[in-house]
């Protein structure tokens, strides 16, 4: 894999990358959305995705996560070739992904929500449900058990015999994330996870990101917010017109004069009052 | 061979009335976005007004009590959608509520006519019909008449897309019915005149299908629903002129294939048609990009 | 027997056979969200290879009909079940791969109309427009029912079947599966991002459901000795669509009182009102006219149906409280240590609309 390599983290990702892709091309009626895209995102640890709007960045976490096909190139998980994979088999690698507008499974409760993530449950299977019935109270309690914990950490315990279409739009946040969690997670893609969300709550989500990094995870987040990824982010990709423009620290590429003419100069400056 | 032209010549009679049902069926799945189940049943009902016009309460000519039909169903459609429809499509967001609204209304609309006009076969008062050679091919008046209303309906509805502001406006909301909205076109507006477009030309085709046929039942129309279906898949989905090329092909396949095989069951050959077309070429002919 | 006697078990036939028959198509529409459009065709699936299956080999019968294998019960009515769910499979492979909803819903009807084509014309399949007819009666060699016993004795072995497979279905929708297929009934698109495949199990739950409408046709066929196209117009779909609305989506209960109210509308009414002379089966069709207005006006005025689905809450699950649990709030501006957080120029920025 060639890589665009322009500082000496990005170098260092191409190395221990957990997810990595490579020409990603996507076109839509003859507009491209991703344009060749190419990055590698390092293993545990927190990437940023950031571009302008319009960059392709929404379009390619769909490619990734196999919600969409890709007209061309490739992507690794590790180095398993996962390109054009469906999104129930890339998801049983481990890579999950959050929605920018949460999709809450609005007919089931909070808990249920959770429940669904729940990876490898023997009660999907009929065979099970009547042959080995205690198997599977087993694992539904253990199941149970783990969501309740993990309500408990996002702060949703209360709510978690609640419709989830129910919620506000900072619980349904949290349920999307937690939720994502749920299913254990080695990468996690993340699309705004801080999107119209006050700044107490973004405070909140960022400290659960670390936590998460904290365990091992591998997080991807597309992000706008600048003054969040400053705070916690260890990598940044830079996407500009549906291709890389450079990866790197973000106090390296501020001084790279592409990344900061794609942005205008504004947003890059704005994050800096810190 | 001799059979093999004849069977082409009602081809395009029953292309004829596929394309005016089909088109009427794609104009309204375009601007609604959901389909009327209840399609067929608009077509008997516009045929028995024809009906009761010429042969049952009045005796009006066939083809003048044709128009007063379609017209009077296409303002019926206005009303079902004002009162039924519409509110439904507001108040669920999930097209299965108001799809099953459709499937109820069909249900409604079919055993009102078996309510007024009994189960019996009816028939129109026609005129004596002459035939006409066209080389090989024959063809009765009334068919002519039929293949003539067609070009006509297919010509204004092309002209009314592509000339006309109206024309411009569906095709608008057919896109993106949220930018029309935004745009200021007066989306209300016009979806009541697609409503009444999309029953004018049922009614129009329910009564040619009652002509073509030479008689009149309550399940006809039901029972031709899945032709219609099947030249709008073939077609392609969500376009007009896919509707009117999956017309011509349908109709021209379930009859020629009558030559050959039992024809009970030519209608049927619209479904294979369609079962190959999803195996194939899912998106049908000319399908509209992103709509499947 | 008298009358009334004869026409209450009728009734209770009826009863639970729709009661099995919603079962069927609610797993496939309401857990999983299949529109299928094409229900009653599988339940004449069941009815006709179950019947034909009892019945012995079509020649000097006078009907033409396919197998004939004089097989008893209840083993016509397990295969005639297995039928329809192969054909379930068939359709699911072709149909529902590929297409969305309305675009499924098109096709499912069409094939429902297909189907009543052929068996309507194409006689040596199970005799055309006759039908079958002459079925022999289940245990007929065992017990020597006469007719006025059968009726009861049939009505409790189907209700015997009705509890068998209301038990069933009970498991399956608690059960971790249950839930999958509501979450792929919500959101297919999520479903798949947590890894459920979303293609195998909708095609699970419409070889489940398919098999309930062969159950429930077989026994229909089994019931009254015959079974003809009339019995089946694909409007017919409707009504059992109807039993779910009214009685209430994804729950038993519902279903049952469901198929209590519209049966009892269908089958009920007609009956007891007089026949209006000279106008034959006018109140079958006012019938028919009001199941539709009925079922807009609960799908208007209680979408959720008479018996609204059941949440299962956290406790069904044996999780103990957690008190100081419920101390934290989400969502709300909890005050953290860093509120010395700058405020933040956002550029106005717009969630990316890209297509999905």
């Known amino acids: 894999m060639t890589a665009p390599a322009t500082t000496s983290s990005a170098r260092n990702a191409w190395e221990n990358a957990a997810l990595s892709c490579e020409g990603i091309t996507k076109a839509f009626q003859g507009v491209h959305a991703v344009n060749g895209a190419a990055f590698a995102v390092p293993g545990g640890q927190i990437t940023a995705l950031i571009g302008p709007n319009g960059a392709g960045k929404t379009t390619l976490v769909n490619i990734l996560s196999g919600s969409m096909t890709c007209d061309r190139g490739q992507e690794l998980i590790g180095s398993t070739d996962v390109t054009n994979w469906p999104s129930h088999k890339i998801a049983e690698l481990g890579l999950m992904r959050t929605f920018q507008l949460s999709r809450e499974l609005g007919g089931l409760t909070v808990l249920e929500n959770l429940l669904v993530a729940a990876r490898d449950q023997a009660g999907e299977r009929l065979w099970n449900i009547f042959l080995r019935p205690g198997l599977v109270r087993r694992q539904e309690k253990d199941n149970v058990e783990r969501a309740l914990d993990l309500l408990e950490t996002y702060g949703l315990y209360r709510l978690r015999d609640a419709r989830a279409s129910d919620l506000s739009g900072g619980q349904k946040k949290l349920l999307e994330i937690s939720r994502a969690v749920m299913a254990s997670p080695k990468i996690l893609l993340l699309d705004e996870p801080m999107a119209g969300v006050n700044p107490a709550l973004i405070e909140r989500i960022g400290g659960y990101i670390i936590d998460l990094k904290r365990d091992g995870v591998t997080v991807l987040m597309i992000e706008h917010n600048l003054n969040v990824v400053e705070r916690i982010c260890d990598h940044v990709i830079v996407l500009a017109e549906g291709r890389t423009l450079a990866e790197g620290r973000l106090s390296e590429l501020r001084e790279n004069e592409q990344v900061v003419k794609a942005y205008l100069g504004e947003v890059i400056n704005a994050g800096t009052t810190r | 061979m001799q059979l093999f032209w004849l069977s082409v010549g009602f081809g395009f009679v029953t292309a004829s009335v596929l394309a005016i049902s089909a088109v009427g069926l794609s104009l309204q799945f375009g601007i609604t976005n959901y389909i009327n189940f209840a399609y067929g049943d608009f077509m008997a009902l516009g045929a028995y007004f024809s009906y009761a016009l010429n042969n049952e309460l009045l005796h009006i000519n066939i083809w003048l009590a044709m128009v007063c039909g379609s017209l009077g169903m296409g303002a019926l459609a206005v009303l079902v959608n004002q009162f039924i429809l519409a509110p439904f499509a507001r108040r669920f967001k999930k097209t299965f509520y108001v799809l099953i609204v459709t499937f109820g209304l069909s249900l409604i609309l079919l055993n009102l006519e078996y309510s007024l006009w009994g189960a019996d076969v009816r028939f129109f008062n026609m005129p004596l019909q002459r035939a006409h050679h066209f080389g090989p091919i024959l063809l009765t008046n009334p068919q002519l008449v039929v293949m003539g209303i067609a070009i006509i309906t297919m010509l204004g509805v092309h002209t009314l897309l592509k000339v006309t502001r109206l024309g411009k406006c569906m095709r608008a909301m057919s896109d993106n019915t949220a930018l029309a909205m935004t745009s200021g076109i007066d989306t209300k507006r016009i979806t009541t005149v697609t409503w009444f477009l999309s029953g004018t030309m049922a009614g129009l085709s329910g009564t040619v299908l009652g002509i073509t046929e030479g008689n009149l039942t309550p399940a006809a129309g039901e029972l031709f629903l899945f032709v219609i279906f099947a030249a709008v898949i073939v077609g392609g989905v969500g376009s007009i002129y896919g509707a009117m090329a999956g017309a011509l092909l349908i109709g021209l396949a379930t009859e020629v294939s009558a030559a050959y095989i039992n024809p009970a069951y030519k209608l049927d050959i619209a479904f294979v048609i369609l079962i190959l077309t999803l195996l194939i070429r899912p998106s049908g002919l000319f399908a509209r990009p992103g709509r499947v | ?356």
Not at chain 3, 49 to 56: F, H, I, R, Y
Not at chain 3, 253 to 269: D, K, P, R, S, Y
Not at chain 3, 298 to 313: A, D, H, N, S
Not at chain 3, 316 to 339: P, Q
């Open chain 3, 1 to 356: 027997m008298s009358g009334t006697w004869y026409y209450i078990f009728t009734l209770i036939f009826f009863l639970f056979d729709y009661f099995i028959l919603a079962m069927g198509l609610n797993i496939q529409y309401g857990e999983t969200g299949i529109l299928n459009f094409a229900y009653i065709g599988f339940v004449a699936i069941g009815a006709y290879v179950t019947g034909a299956l009892s019945l012995p080999k079509s020649a000097g019968t006078g009907q033409y009909y396919i197998l004939g294998f004089s097989m008893p019960f209840p083993f016509n009515l397990l295969i005639g079940g297995l039928t329809a769910s192969a054909f379930a499979v068939v359709v699911a492979l072709i149909a529902l791969r590929r297409l969305r909803t309305d675009y499924l819903a098109m096709v499912l009807i069409s094939l429902s109309l297909v189907l009543y084509d052929v068996c309507n014309n194409y006689v040596p399949l199970f005799n055309g427009a006759d039908g079958l007819y002459n079925v022999p009666e289940p245990f007929a060699g065992v017990l020597h029912l006469n007719t006025n016993s059968f009726i009861p004795f049939f009505a409790g072995v189907t209700g015997v079947v009705a509890l068998i497979m209301w038990f069933v279905m009970s498991r399956i929708m608690r059960s971790p599966a249950g839930r999958t297929f509501r979450a792929i009934r919500d959101d297919d698109v999520v479903a798949a991002a947590l890894g459920k495949n979303v293609f195998r199990q909708q095609l699970k739950s419409m070889i489940i459901g398919s098999f309930y409408a062969g159950i429930g046709g077989g026994l229909i066929i089994q019931f009254s000795g015959s079974f003809n196209p009339t019995a089946w117009l694909p409007g017919e779909t409707f009504v059992v669509f109807a039993v779910i609305l009214v009685g209430g989506v994804g729950n038993n209960i519902g279903l049952l009182v469901g198929a209590l109210v519209v049966e009892t509308l269908l089958v009920h009414l007609p009956a007891f009102l007089p026949a209006i002379p000279g106008h034959p089966g006018l109140i079958e069709y006012f019938d028919a006219v009001l199941i539709g207005v009925l079922l807009m006006a609960m799908l208007w005025f209680r979408p959720q149906g008479i018996v609204p689905e059941r949440t299962r809450k956290a406790g069904a699950f044996g999780a103990g409280e957690r008190l100081g649990a419920e101390a934290t709030v989400a969502g709300e501006e909890a005050v953290t240590g860093d509120e010395a957080v700058a405020p933040l120029t956002r550029s106005a920025v717009q969630p990316e609309v890209t297509g999905q």
